[in-house]
């Protein structure tokens, strides 16, 4: 008996239990299902993780000021007022892997134009910021070292404050009050989205760092640095440089701690996302369980079948089946099953991830890797379990089995 | 003609726990081809047995067995799923049909598992159903069908491989007198085309219709015997009618 014979056989064997076959096919259903929409949620959410931490700027270094104790109770990162312009000015000079620097001042400061007013971070910056992040503008120009050194009152501003204060009109040229102080407008830079920790990256207002630090925060001390090296691969070696020449500048004794914290783009996406692999991960697993339990679902009803069709089965032998022939239409019959079951079961995932992420707004990605391989292992699951009842039904006996009431 | 069946000393022992039950002691009768043989016997006295093993379905322990001239006891356990589907028909008390499947597929069953291709499947099941009488009666599922017509199904069924042996287990056991009837003038049209028909009937009336007799008793056959006057179909049901008219009247 051929293959293309057995499927017949195995198809009309299946139809004749349409009720019984649903049922056993809807525990593979729900398994294929939850495996493909559960894996699809997780590397949304892992793909949106990716595309935020890659919003901040590729290839960046960060480097913050350390922690300070007063009394005992330590600030925090940035609570130190170690980092100076001149720090970053050295690191450009210094670290061969440093392309690229802007020191960072931040000052909380209210916007207003016209009749508009608006609250947001003034960051201090250099004319290197815009590279730095990888953030293109979408109209006007980014200032220039000389505006830093002139300390030039000009500044752009982030997506989220073009629309507060200006709507739908220009703001290229207009002059806004930053804390009382006018300011012209040369900028507006692209939309970023959140960031990993879900702050509205557009929130934001940069001018030169001169302005902000001495008429803004009145300090004269820095944030943080920026800097970005060419490739992502020679971050490690810019945090070495950095280290040590900050080290020597701010002449740290070799049993002493850093006054400062280096991190890279790299530390920050690798943390991100071993987190949420190990989401998919879970999620996976628990939608596998689901998926073994449809397994053995298939083969408690092959056992319950195979009691059930016993003269069913001394039929064929008497008729002219071999063990094998009857071996393989059992097989079959559960192949199908769990198969039918996981392209149904693939469609449903999919379909429910697409729910889950139009309803909870929340990313989902349904890799056709995902797709092939709960495919293959609902198929597996079915000849795996259904292996057991088929060699049970097709050695028995077939006087027994004819005279089976 | 020659013998289509010759048994030597066939026995066949069942183990159960400790006790063996020897159900064929010895049986040793040849059947010619194209003949028409009723076994009877008490219930025990190993016709079943006898059955089974001319029909493939079971091994005897020991003796020997030339089916169609070819030796049975030679062939690996293997290869008697072939030779059940190629040259042997089964027709059992109990109809024995796939329940909700067609009648043309259950006739179709046998042919599946031989490798015919379609065209001459479908040749081959019309065939014979048309025989059997049920031509009109192809997409009728056995609950749709009478118990008569249920066992005609499972004739065209143990036919349509065009066997040389078709083996009746109680054919008639489950029918009606006048099914019964129908059933034989079947089993005679179709022994005249050239089968060989041994059949197993605790019911003497239906021996009848046989040529040859053999009656079992303790794993062998007792008795061998010609049929003098053969029963007549035609005759038996005009006999039927009166007396079914008879006992109108009373």
Sequence with gaps: MNLLMIIRVALRALRRNRMRSTLTVLGIIIGVASVIAMIGIGQGARASVQSQIASLGSNLVMIFSGSTSRGGVAMGWGASSALKEDDAKAILAECPSVVNVSPVVRSPGQVVFGDQNWSTSVQGVWASYPEIRDWPLVAGAFFSDSDVRGSAKVCVIGKTVEDNLFGTSDPIGQTIRIKKLPFRVVGVLSSKGTDPRGQDQDDIIVAPLTVVQKQMAGTTSVNNIMASTSSPLLAGQAIDEMTALLRQRHRIGPNDNDDFIIRSQADIASTAEATSQIMTMLLGSIAGVSLLVGGIGIMNIMLVSVTERTREIGIRLAVGAAEKDILFQFLLEAALLSLVGGVIGVALGILTSQIVSSVAKWPTLVSPASIVLSLCFSGLVGIFFGFYPARKASRLDPIEALRYE | ?250
């Design chain 2, 1 to 250: 003609m020659g013998e289509l069946i010759v048994v030597e000393n066939l026995t066949r022992d069942y183990v159960m726990g400790d006790v063996t039950v020897q159900a064929l002691r010895g049986v040793t009768l040849s059947i010619a081809e194209g003949s028409f043989v009723a076994i009877s016997g008490a219930s025990g006295s190993g016709k079943s047995t006898f059955m089974n093993v001319i029909g493939c379905l079971d091994r005897p322990t020991s003796g020997r067995y030339l089916l169609g001239g070819q030796d049975m006891l030679a062939l690996e356990r293997s290869e008697l799923p072939k030779v059940r589907g190629r040259k042997i028909g089964f027709v059992f008390q109990g109809f024995n049909l796939l329940s909700r499947t067609s009648a043309y597929e259950n006739v179709e069953l046998p042919l599946l598992y031989q490798n015919v291709d379609s065209g001459e499947r479908r040749k081959r099941v019309t065939d014979a159903l048309t025989r059997v009488g049920l031509a009109d009666r192809m997409d009728h599922t056995p609950s749709q069908l009478s118990g008569g017509q249920q066992q005609r199904v499972a004739i065209a069924r143990a036919l349509v491989n065009q066997p040389m042996l078709l083996l009746g287990d109680e054919p008639t056991g489950n029918l009606d007198t006048r099914t019964g009837i129908d059933i034989m003038e079947l089993f005679l049209e179709l022994n005249r085309q050239g089968i060989t028909i041994v059949m197993v009937t605790h019911e003497p009336d239906i021996a009848q219709y046989a040529e040859r007799n053999l009656v079992f008793r303790d794993g062998r056959p007792v008795s061998d015997t010609r049929v003098a006057t053969r029963r007549d179909p035609a005759g038996e049901r005009a006999h039927l009618s009166a007396l079914e008219a008879e006992v109108k009247i009373q």
